[in-house]
């Protein structure tokens, strides 16, 4: 695989006060390709996006994007204020007046032709989501980046709306950056994971990271068990407060402890 | 009808005008409390103005430009919530603002006409420099219209399609600040913030879009400031706090009359 960088996280360490988010980060996103950041609450992971768009400062480490790069971002969540009046069509118009037509083909392609003229607040969680995808999609990106895409949708809707992005992306051929809790739901649709908990845990092939069934049965079998997971198939587990505390074995591309 | 009268209507639908769109800002991004605590520095302009012997209108302006600023990088800060700080902000403006204006002996000045307005004692120039300043403020909202609504529906979202959001973010805070100190002779520091949010409350259940909302709380304001001046000249009434009541009039007019089914 020779595809190149569309951007870098070069040692990129991120603290809010005393506490450390991220510990030297380095990643890259690779053209093509759909890579995955997963991890546990408060892993950082949201943090690192928002590094990485440029809209948090790491504390220290460099942050590089292709000259050029046009990104399309779905953000979490979005809270828009009820005393807005705002139709999904104004929605996907603001601030760029894109025509009616490339805005009728986008939403067709997420499947929300029909939210058109509905008012946004009136929205379900899965038709706020394809909104969003559209309004990412408007701007014709080379990189998806998506906080979370499935937040507040049932599961149905979000094995659906897997689905989507992986289909979208190989229609369009651009990247994609997505943060996702349930592994075994993005699994089939990814290239490259990450696993994050402040520090990159290990990365690789879906399958490289565990080729056994069973990991993504047992990712899948409860949120509860996405912790302990990952200190079964680690080379290192983590003490409260996400510290490293040993070294084992090692099976992908493992960090280095000094 | 007496010229002071014409005066204070011309003046009156100017503030109106422009605080139509600019009041549908602080609903849509929650402002409200920000808007307070920018109009109640004014009164610490107000002293400074008088302090400095330089032009009050400005010296308003740039001391609500200040203390926005101040907000913006104290609100960096996590360990004091940002109602708290604005809490803090408000008042000790105020009350420095008082208690700057009670040591300058020299000067008389109408505390009264400040803190609840005094519309009926507007001057030539005073409107002269109002419909500069509406005209100024209308013009920049039209132009920065888009980016506006662009960082008020989501400011990460905008920030990564290219909108320089601090920069929008301030200039809106700015605009705020203007209306502000044209406002201050029509309402008071106290009641300023009312003229802004009632109107456009109001719009908010006649409109459709963000525009119709920002003309409609415009036209709303209108006819409050209209009606308040009125109430004062016929009944007479203090005018700040008239046309703050006949903006209530309208809002609770509209709110209770059942919604047209379609």
């Known amino acids: 695989m020779t595809h190149p960088d ?123 989501q394809r909104t969003l995808l559209a309004r990412a999609l408007l701007r014709n990106p080379d990189l998806l980046v998506l906080d979370e895409p499935v937040q507040g949708v049932d599961i149905n809707g979000q094995t659906e709306l897997y689905r989507l992005i992986a289909e979208i992306r190989k229609k369009r051929r651009c990247s994609v950056l997505m943060i996702s809790h349930d592994l075994h739901l993005v699994m089939a649709s990814t290239d490259h994971v990450i696993c994050l908990n402040t520090h990159v845990c290990c990365s690789g092939h879906p399958e490289a990271i565990s080729a056994d069934p069973a990991y993504i049965e047992l990712f899948g079998a409860s949120q509860a068990a996405t912790l302990a997971l990952y200190n079964h198939h680690h080379n290192h587990s983590h003490d409260l407060h996400g510290n490293v505390v040993s070294s084992d074995c090692c099976d992908t591309e493992h960090h280095r402890h000094g | 009808m007496a010229d002071f009268l014409i005066l204070a209507l011309i003046a009156g639908v100017a503030v109106a005008l422009v605080s139509g769109p600019l009041g549908a800002f602080v609903v849509w991004r929650r402002m409200a409390y920000f808007g307070d605590t920018l109009a109640h520095s004014a009164l610490l302009g107000i002293s400074l103005g008088v302090l400095l012997d330089i032009n009050i209108s400005l010296a308003v302006v740039l001391c609500c430009v200040g203390l926005a600023l101040a907000l913006v990088a104290m609100q960096r800060q996590h360990w004091i919530a940002s109602d ?106 106290l009641l300023i913030t009312s003229l802004m949010i009632i109107p456009a409350a109001a719009a908010r259940r006649l409109a459709q879009t963000p525009e119709q909302m920002a003309i409609f709380a415009s036209l709303l304001g209108t006819l409050a400031v209209v009606g308040g001046i009125a109430l004062s000249w016929f009944i007479d009434t203090p005018a700040g706090p008239s046309v703050v009541v006949s903006a209530l009039a309208i809002f609770l007019l509209i709110f209770l009359t059942p919604r047209a089914r379609s």
């Open chain 2, 84 to 189: 708290t700080l604005l809490g803090i902000m408000a008042h000790s403006a105020l009350s420095l603002g008082l208690v700057t204006i009670s040591l300058l002996d020299n000067v008389r000045l109408d505390l009264q006409a400040y803190l609840f307005g005094d519309l009926l004692a507007i001057t030539p120039e005073d409107l002269r420099w109002i419909l500069i300043g509406a005209a100024f403020v209308l013009g920049l909202i039209y132009w920065l219209w888009k980016p506006f609504l662009a960082i008020t529906i989501n400011e990460e979202m905008a920030q990564v399609e290219g909108i320089a959001v601090a920069r929008y973010r301030l200039a809106l805070m700015l605009l705020i600040a203007m209306v502000i100190a044209g406002a201050m002779k029509l309402v008071g520091v």
């Open chain 1, 6 to 128: 569309l951007a870098r996280l070069e040692g990129v360490s991120f603290s809010a006060g005393k506490k450390q988010i991220l510990s030297n980060i380095n990643l890259s996103l690779h053209d093509d390709c759909i890579t995955t950041l997963i991890g546990p609450n408060g892993a950082g992971k949201s943090t690192l996006v928002k590094i990485l768009l440029g809209l948090v400062r790491p504390s220290s480490g460099k942050v590089w994007q292709k000259p050029g790069l046009v990104i399309g971002y779905m953000p979490q969540k979005i809270q828009i204020d009820r005393t807005l009046p705002l139709t999904v069509k104004r929605f996907l118009q603001i601030p760029h007046s894109y025509d009616l037509g490339s805005i009728e083909s986008v939403l067709a392609d997420v499947g929300a032709a029909h939210l058109l003229d509905y008012a946004i607040h009136d929205l379900s969680g899965g038709e706020m």
